[in-house]
């Protein structure tokens, strides 16, 4: 899973005072304060005090009609960056901390945290404190609309009784979303299978995995487990059996969960005069409007819709040729596409997934991915001892190369353990500020094997440190503004974007320059074949993007209250190439809709539509210095200062296309 870590949207951040301004620079650096779960109840409640003392302060400050907004809108963010010293921190050690209790003390902190967050956008004192300033440029003009938006999609414009109902839906809203990513995070159940059961699979694998007192080896649902298990496994009864826990691991539980997010979104939307949750939410993105989201998706579904059948049709005559059968008697079923599929990679690209471990050793990795960004963006990545949640996890600061400025920092979580949020993802815990000097940091976490990553796997390190450096490398005025504070359908891009340097021979060459001991070099040879397993299954992969999509819309629309989410499911996945297997439960496990990306999930395509429009600025060379500091400079150091479609354009010269999106989708984009 690629995706941002959605934080308190319409909370603000903030830096040191303005009396500091002149130490900001040479200031030490800013790391992440550590937490006992047992202080964490009485510092939550004292830091939510602290800001409620401070907005008490600013909501009465005698402002006229069109007072300068420089100072009001410097001191909102002060306000807010001081509590994002602490919810920051308190939002990722909910999903990475080790400690059962502590994550659990976070979690409650957080629902306290969103209630405060209504509460103050609920406040008319302040609404119209924001409304009274006079801006000067377009950047304050860009924050105080960011910040009005925050009040007027909390209600400060509904009436009393309304407001009362908005809130108790978002307090209930954050403890359901909560509930259910716990009840997948934490599941604990592990499968049970036998030896001749994991035949086919690497011994270095086996040989990682636990027994039980009847000598069977027992798989929980972290990747590492789960796909090279789908992958390689033999056993088509026990891919079956694994492939269904699997999506099931949220348990009923979360399928009633998911119905009532919609309904309360659903009555979000009513309060005010929405016809659906989606229409409330796309004001604010890119598209603006559901129809424009559905047109999209309907062209994107037309187009790869009869490439998803031909691949299916390609997987079952291959499969009749393996097993001398009749194409017939071949079929492909869901808990067997990724089986056969690396099947037929091997044979016809002679491409290995677990062998490219070889080439791509996972510090190895680290070190080249170190290395190109350094050289694209002209920074330094150095590490440094500070504390951590766990003894695995790495610090680095993040130097400019030329000034030896600070820019900020960045933690590593790359390996799974117990209770860890089990995808992969980078949240930007603080945001930085040039006002003030504020540096940000960004988290980024995975699940990594150990010892070598296969060429997906590589491809979603690339993906989350485009994010980390989104965010590192931000350098707004304002901290609420910075990093990944992007419109949600847009936050994507520059992580799609970097994962071409994954994909070319270019960059992928210099992974061996890092190994130690040696490794074997990606050569002309096996970049041909990457390239033809990564342009392999492209129906696949964006017929299931678009049914992600069209589901998540589905479920969000102006007839959300009459909608099942498993009924609607296993009638949406059931129209596709490989249909629906009973009993599965996907929409109990999809996080996304749950964590932030409801009525966001097409943002994947529409991000990719920018990143492949602005990777054409490459060209030939993707270790263009020179481009790689004009896109620094116009897309990463802006953050959302300013709207999407104006970085892009700022960074392209040009409006933006769609052209290389569909040349992708079809295999027609040169590369």
């Known amino acids: 899973m690629k995706k941002q870590h959605f934080k308190f949207t319409a909370l603000c951040m903030l830096g040191l005072g303005m009396s500091q301004m002149a130490l900001a620079e040479t200031a030490p650096r800013q790391t992440l304060p550590s937490f006992q779960a047992k202080d964490i109840p009485t510092m939550c409640n004292a830091k939510i005090a602290d800001v409620k003392k401070q907005l008490k302060t600013f909501e009465n400050k005698p402002l006229k009609n069109e007072t300068a907004a420089a100072p009001i809108l410097a001191e909102w963010d002060r306000i807010f960056a001081s509590f994002e010293d602490f919810y920051g921190p308190i939002g990722l050690y909910s999903n990475v901390d ?287 001892k500070v504390e951590v949640w766990q003894d695995e996890v790495e610090y680095y600061d993040v130097t400019d190369a030329k000034t030896g400025q600070l820019l900020g920092g960045l933690y590593m979580d790359k390996f799974p353990r117990k209770g860890k949020y089990g995808h992969a993802a980078v949240w930007g815990v603080y945001g930085g500020s040039s006002l003030t000097g504020r540096k940000p940091i960004s988290a980024l976490v995975t699940n990594f094997n150990r010892n070598g990553l296969n060429s997906d796997e590589l491809e979603t390190f690339v993906h989350e440190f485009g994010h980390a450096l989104h965010g590192i490398l931000s350098n707004t005025r304002f901290s609420s503004q910075s990093g990944t504070s992007v419109e949600r359908d847009f936050v994507e891009a520059p992580s799609q974007m970097y994962e071409e340097w994954a994909r070319r021979k270019e960059t992928l060459s210099k992974v061996a320059d890092y190994c130690k001991p040696d490794c074997p070099r990606v050569d002309d040879a096996l970049i041909a074949k990457l390239n033809a397993v990564h342009s392999y299954g492209r129906g696949l992969h964006y017929a299931r993007q678009t049914l992600y999509a069209q589901y998540d819309m589905a479920l969000h629309g102006s007839d959300a209250r009459e909608v099942q989410p498993l009924k609607v499911w296993e009638k949406m996945e059931g129209e596709t190439a490989l249909g629906y297997v009973p009993t599965t439960e996907f929409p109990g496990q999809f996080g996304h809709i749950m964590g932030g990306y409801q009525v966001g999930y097409y943002g994947y395509m529409w991000s990719e539509v920018m990143a492949l429009d602005m990777l054409s600025a490459f060209g030939d060379n993707l270790n263009n210095p020179e481009v790689g500091q004009h896109y620094r400079q116009t897309i990463l150091s802006q953050g959302g200062q300013k709207p999407a479609k104006a970085l892009v354009k700022d960074f392209l010269g040009r409006e933006p296309d769609n052209k290389a999106f569909f040349d992708e989708i079809t295999g027609q984009r040169v590369k």
Not at 178 to 206: C, H, M, T
């Open 98 to 384: 080790p400690d059962e209790a502590l994550r659990k003390a976070a979690e409650d902190c957080e629902i306290k945290i969103s209630q405060f967050q209504t509460d103050v956008y609920q406040n008319p004192k302040l609404y119209q404190q924001i409304k009274k300033i006079k801006i000067a440029d377009p950047i304050e003009a860009k924050f105080r609309e960011d910040i009005l938006e925050g009040f007027e999609k909390t209600g400060i414009q509904l009436s009393a009784d309304k407001q009362a109902r908005l809130k108790a839906i978002f307090d209930e809203l954050a403890k359901i979303e909560q509930e259910y990513a716990r009840n997948v995070r934490d599941n604990p159940e592990k499968l049970e299978f036998s030896l001749d059961e994991l035949k086919g699979l690497p011994q270095s694998y086996i040989d990682g995995l636990k027994k039980n007192d009847k000598g069977n080896y027992l798989l929980g649902f972290e990747y590492p487990d789960y796909r090279p298990f789908m992958e390689l496994a033999d056993n088509d009864d026990a891919r079956k059996r694994y492939q269904i826990a699997f999506t099931r691991r949220g348990g009923e539980k979360n399928l009633a969960l998911l119905k009532q997010a919609m309904d309360l979104r659903y009555e979000l939307a009513k309060l005010f005069g929405k016809s659906s949750y989606a229409e409330w939410v796309l004001k604010s993105r890119m598209a603006k409007t559901p129809e424009t989201v559905n047109k999209f998706l309907a062209e994107v579904h037309a187009t790869v819709a009869p490439l998803e059948k031909k691949e299916v049709q390609t997987l079952r005559e291959f499969k009749a040729r393996s097993l001398n059968i009749p194409v017939e008697q071949a079929s492909i079923e869901r808990w067997s596409e990724a089986y056969w599929s690396e099947k037929l990679r091997k044979a016809k690209y002679q491409v290995d997934q677990e062998q490219l471990r070889q080439y791509f050793p996972t510090q190895a990795s680290q070190d080249w991915l170190f290395a190109i960004s350094e050289n694209l963006y002209g920074i330094k990545f150095k590490p440094a």
